[in-house]
């Protein structure tokens, strides 16, 4: 079988959500791959899949202003079409992306951030209905506090690992990060989860005992 597209992949991985996606990878043995839960949408609604784009940085007081904007700016005019930001900042006092990046990412096909660290400018990003993940909030940019090291390559993020190519998918329950190795195979067996899981739904709700849809069905 042909493996799919960049962009159907991110379609098809949209349509799961990272449950049944974290209890594949279980399967595999792949058990750490869910990022710290203080990670969280913006709000409830916001759900993001596409392929990593790992930004890293840390916190500088020092820092040239105008070179670190233009080294953030760079880093956000490289990200490719389908792709998720996920940051590590090693920070916990700035905001790390805001409505003008926002829109940049969007008008270049990106589709959603993840933030091991701040964002500000919220009211005018969820105007902007474009899916962002952080742990914090505040009105204080970056540009004089932080420092951009690197982008595109790899990081650690939420406590996983984060590599360009991995997927990344989120929702309300949190996020997950599936290694480039294995994309398309977890892909292929989450949606034959989620189509089990939907069979055991309407078996439960037509009275079958949980007990016994777990017989049949082998999930639960």
Known sequence: MTDPSLGELCDRYEQLYPGAVVDVLDDRGLADQTLSPEIAPLQDGMTTAGVA?????????????DENMRNILQMLGDAPEHAVLAYQTNDDRAAHLGELSVVSLKAQGARGAVIDGGVRDVAYILGEDFPVFSRY?????????????DWGDEAVVGGVSVSAGDVILGDVDGVVVVPESVRVSVLEAAEELADTENEVREAVRDGTAPIDAYDEYGVF
Request: charged share 30%; proline share 19%.
């Open 53 to 65: 784009y790992p930004v890293e940085g840390r916190p500088n007081r020092s820092v040239d202003p």
């Open 137 to 149: 909030r505040t009105p204080a940019d970056a540009v004089p506090r932080w420092e951009i090291l």
